[in-house]
């Protein structure tokens, strides 16, 4: 017999959060906050669009004053007429980015089952960081300002975006079995929120320099993120060589103090299983309805995500700092209904029936936020509630729903299939993300028109969910084991 000697958490912790040691919260942390600089960075660009909408539209004069010349020189950066053609164009680009993000994703998930997930990692964390950086921060310096370059760096920063979910997920997957999934995902899938915030704040704190220092201090901060991940990051309990993290069948585990012996049988150790097929990762049970569902869904989260800071302040004249800052509400309620709705799942042992209740009481809360009054306390206690019931279910599909489907039964034998997995259903749900954001550039004028919009598309998740509840041949597979203590 083959013994393994693993320090665990101290004798009073119970439940599943006493197989947990360092190298998981290492693993936790730096995934973690990987993400959370990422999505600060990509935060940036939605918190500014007022700044850039403004420094790519003519200066407004008095009608009587003689317009500058020669054009060449002092217009040089007037891309569009008038403010509505530069938002049109912000749009756009939100479009590029989500298609470009959406099919990066259905790509880096394969490449992620089969490469090293920390290369890949790294690899995109560091690359987006350094088109950030030229888009925002080197084009503002040499002012030069060209469409075609914007749309190319922003199809780039997309697919180069687009490898880092399916990797951290992966990642959580290897070192977080089944027990407690929900609650441990529902936590660390806060990350994307909690970027937003910390987006936010940094953004909103260096925007009185000029917006192309919002962008240098989230691509910097994002970068150093890239290199710290490369040297630091673990991929899997393989690595260390501890393998009771998997479940395994001929396993005993013997606590003595506040060590585990881990007694494993005399078999040779398996091979290491192979990827499987794009294809075959997409007939998997409840994939496609998962990503149906989480492409309506992110779409309506999305919709927050791009333009709720810019329809703040254009909408109830606030400044775009305190437009800002406000919007982070939001996303504090997408960490709470995260965090407990993943809690429920765990408790109830199904996640698609917490989810469907949670996407109805949704829509509630949009008509509400649609007569939200211009008060900002009453605007950050509505929205706070909105990101609960939709910024919740949002996470908790992007984590530990995909880390589920990843790790199904059907896939015994073949357990290279969390990147790829993870990379549909994110890749579809962006599809559905980029489908919307043109369209609500011709809304501008009212935040009311949007959510209505935004509360048809909001019907799209629970009909799909309710649909994986009622199907019985799908049913066993929402079935979340529960450890028993």
């Known amino acids: 017999l083959s013994l393994l000697v693993t320090p665990v958490m101290s004798s009073p912790c119970c439940g599943f959060l006493a197989q947990y040691t360092h190298h998981h919260l290492v693993a936790f942390l730096l995934t973690f906050f990987s993400y959370v600089l990422l999505h600060a960075s990509r935060k940036t660009f939605s918190n500014v669009k007022v700044s850039i ?3 790519w539209t003519p200066s407004v004069q008095n009608a009587s004053s003689p317009a500058f010349s020669p054009r060449e020189t002092w217009e040089k950066n007037n891309l569009f007429a008038d403010s509505d053609e530069a938002t049109l164009f912000l749009g ?3 479009t590029i980015f989500l298609f470009s993000y959406a099919v990066g994703l259905y790509m880096s998930g394969v490449i ?27 084009t503002e310096w040499l002012q030069f300002y060209n469409i075609y370059l914007y749309c190319g760096l922003w199809v780039l920063n997309g697919l180069l975006q687009s490898a880092v979910w399916p990797c951290v997920v992966a990642v959580m997957g290897n070192w977080f079995g089944k027990s407690g999934r929900g609650f441990v995902f529902g936590l660390w899938s806060a990350c994307a929120s909690v970027g ?14 000029g917006y192309e220092y919002a962008f240098l201090v989230t691509s910097v901060l994002q970068f150093a993120g890239g290199v710290v991940v490369f040297f630091g990051l673990l991929t899997s309990p393989k690595e260390v060589g501890e393998y009771w993290s998997e ?16 007694q494993q049988g005399d078999e040779e150790p398996r091979e290491t299983p192979k990827a499987i097929g794009f294809c075959q990762a997409f007939c998997l049970p409840g994939v496609l309805p998962y990503s149906l569902a989480y492409a309506c869904l992110k779409l309506v989260n ?26 982070v509400w ?7 209904g995260g965090t407990i709705q993943g809690l429920i799942s765990d408790c109830m042992g199904k996640r698609a029936p917490v989810l469907a209740v949670s996407l109805l009481l949704a829509m509630g809360a949009l008509v509400g936020y649609s007569h939200s009054p211009p008060d900002q306390v009453v605007n950050a206690a509505l929205l706070a509630t909105t990101g609960f019931f939709i910024g919740g279910p949002s996470n908790m599909i992007s984590s530990a729903i995909s880390a589920d489907l990843g790790r199904q039964e059907a896939l015994r034998g073949s357990q290279e299939a969390l990147a790829t997995v993870t990379g549909i259903v994110d890749g579809t749900g962006s599809i559905g993300a980029a489908a919307g954001q043109v369209t609500h550039t011709r809304d501008r004028e009212s935040t009311h028109s949007l959510l209505q919009r935004l509360l048809r598309v ?8 309710w649909s994986e509840i009622g199907s019985s041949k799908q049913l066993s597979m929402i079935q979340i084991p529960l450890p028993v203590y």
């Open 53 to 55: 909408s403004a420094q």
């Open 92 to 94: 756009v680009l939100d």
């Open 112 to 138: 992620g089952d089969r490469m090293n997930l920390r290369y890949v990692l790294s690899f995109g964390l560091c690359g987006s960081a350094i088109v950030e950086f030229v888009f925002g921060t080197l």
């Open 196 to 209: 937003n915030i910390l987006g936010a704040f940094l953004a909103s704190s260096v925007l009185k320099y």
């Open 247 to 262: 479940t395994k069948e001929g396993s005993e585990e013997v606590c003595d103090g506040g060590y585990y012996t881990i």
């Open 302 to 327: 999305y919709s927050f995500f791009f333009w709720l800071p810019f329809y703040l302040s254009r909408n109830f004249g606030w400044k775009e700092a305190q437009a800002d800052r406000l919007s």
């Open 330 to 336: 939001y996303d504090v309620g997408g960490i709470i």
């Open 458 to 465: 909001g019907a799209g998740p629970s009909q799909c969910l």
